[in-house]
């Protein structure tokens, strides 16, 4: 008995052993696993396979250069593209880095408390060779530097975050553009070309160094829930610059600019011409924008491949020197046609619409002065406007008049110190219907009982486009 009863005691110390070894074997296993991030968030494609930028040498204090743990994650998750996908995690942090290209099937992610900085050393922006619709560089001849965040021949890329920073630290090169010490064009904060099915979404752009996001020779993309922000006297800090792209919607986004908010665009001159790509098919909507020295919606300068289709709305503009504006001239060729514009407030606004067929600015000196861009079919309703200099300034090309143009339910309060003439049109054709102050007569009234100017009725593909919820955990051993 007593032997037994020794057996039932050993025997159920050894089993507690055993429990409590487990237990901390888990307990242990659970701090080696540690849970550092858990994120979710909307977007077109999930991610099976996920590392942060730290798990490849990335130190997030604002001054070392993480331009080549960018480029090893990037690889690393490349073997991923079709097995699941790809996704780079950038943790809080200030993150120092270079120029480095995305690849396919691939989530960027930035935590709230991450900035992505731009180099500051220019080596770490490679030049590359001018977009063959532009012939050279936009901003001087020859090449230029490449984007920040940049591909090339991509499919179903997302670059997104919990409102994140991507930061291109611009002052050094608007210094060096203005003191015209730089040999070529300026690199933009994202750019991607020939690629497809791309999403940016819920992020803060600020300071780049020319245009932020530059989609090109690209389709189906959405911009979305972007904020950017530049001085308003930094050169050529375009917000969002569809070019050669066709299926794109551009929503949800806020824009404080050195130049246009939004600008659509198609190549330059013979260039443009003979790269035949025009941008169509792009929805605008739910935009406020705040641009002084430029427009809210530009079409052109550069839009010799053409651009067609365009719809925007629910556009709110602040402090801008254009609403709506069609840049082109003799030389750019190409067309600018089905522009419907609907629901666009004004507020201190030096022009409320303003096109013209004289821009000028070619890329060189071999643009056929014979190629007349075809401007038609443009359309806005539903305008209100308070504080503006100008109502219109209208001006197509001598013997090449601006056609189909219709303006219609639209009221514009005129400044203190306004022109006395409010609208001044030359070589354009098109009706209007309940405009105040009444525009010129080559917009022909039609009265109240005409109507709205065209919208279209038809969905586009793109706003097909639906988002899932993405979940991720970052655990760390």
Request: proline share 5%.
């Amino acid at each position: 008995m007593e032997l037994q009863r020794f057996l039932r005691i050993r025997t159920s110390h050894i089993l507690l052993l055993l429990v409590f070894g487990f237990l901390s074997l888990k307990a242990a296993e659970c701090r080696r696993h540690r849970i550092l991030e858990a994120f979710d968030y909307p977007a077109t494609s999930c991610r099976a396979h996920t590392v942060s930028l730290t798990d490849f040498g990335g130190v997030g204090d604002g001054s070392t250069s993480n331009t080549k743990a960018f480029q090893e994650a990037i690889t690393h998750l490349s073997q991923f593209s079709s097995n699941g996908g790809g996704q780079l995690f950038i943790p809080a942090g200030k993150w120092v880095t270079g120029s480095f290209n995305l690849t396919s099937a691939f989530t960027l992610y930035l935590h709230k408390d991450a900035v992505i900085l731009g180099s500051q050393d220019m080596n770490e922006w490679p030049l590359i060779d001018p977009l063959p619709s532009y012939g050279r560089g936009r901003d001087a001849p020859g090449g230029r530097y490449s984007s920040l965040i940049t591909g090339s021949n991509l499919t179903d890329v997302v670059i997104t975050g919990d409102n994140g920073t991507i930061d291109g630290q611009g002052a050094l090169w608007w210094q060096k553009f203005h003191s015209k010490k730089l040999k070529y064009t300026r690199g933009y904060l994202i750019e991607l070309m020939y690629s497809n099915q791309i999403l940016i979404s819920n992020l803060q752009l600020i300071n780049s160094p020319s245009w932020n996001v530059h989609p090109v020779y690209s389709s189906n993309i959405i911009v979305k829930g972007i904020t950017i922000i530049a001085p308003v006297r930094s050169p050529n800090t375009d917000g969002i610059n569809p070019d050669s792209c066709t299926n794109v919607r551009i929503e949800d986004c806020y824009i404080v600019s050195g130049d246009d908010c939004v600008a659509i665009k198609s190549g330059w001159d013979e260039y443009g011409i003979s790269f035949g790509m025009p941008t169509k098919q792009v929805i605008i909507r739910r935009l406020t924008c705040i641009s002084p020295t430029s427009a809210v919606i530009a079409l052109g300068s550069e839009m010799s491949g053409g651009i067609q289709d365009v719809r925007a709305e629910d556009i709110h503009a602040i402090d801008s020197e254009s609403g709506v504006r069609i840049k082109t001239a003799p030389g750019r060729g190409g067309f600018v046609k089905d522009i419907y514009v609907r629901g666009f407030t004004m507020h201190t606004m030096k022009w409320a619409f303003w096109m013209t067929g004289s821009y000028g600015s070619h890329a060189d000196g071999k643009y056929d002065p014979n190629a007349i861009p075809v401007i038609e079919s443009i359309s806005y309703s539903n305008v209100i406007a308070e504080n503006v200099t100008m109502a219109g300034r209208l001006e197509g090309i001598q013997n090449a008049p601006f056609t189909g143009i219709c303006i219609s339910n639209t009221t514009i309060g005129m400044a203190v110190k306004a022109k006395k003439l409010p609208w001044t049109c030359t070589d354009i054709q098109g009706v209007s219907s309940s405009v105040s102050p009444p525009p010129c007569p080559l917009l022909r009234d039609q009265g109240p009982q005409a109507g709205p100017c065209p919208y279209p009725t038809e969905r586009l593909a793109i706003d097909e486009v639906e988002m899932t919820t993405c979940t991720y955990s970052i655990s760390h051993l």
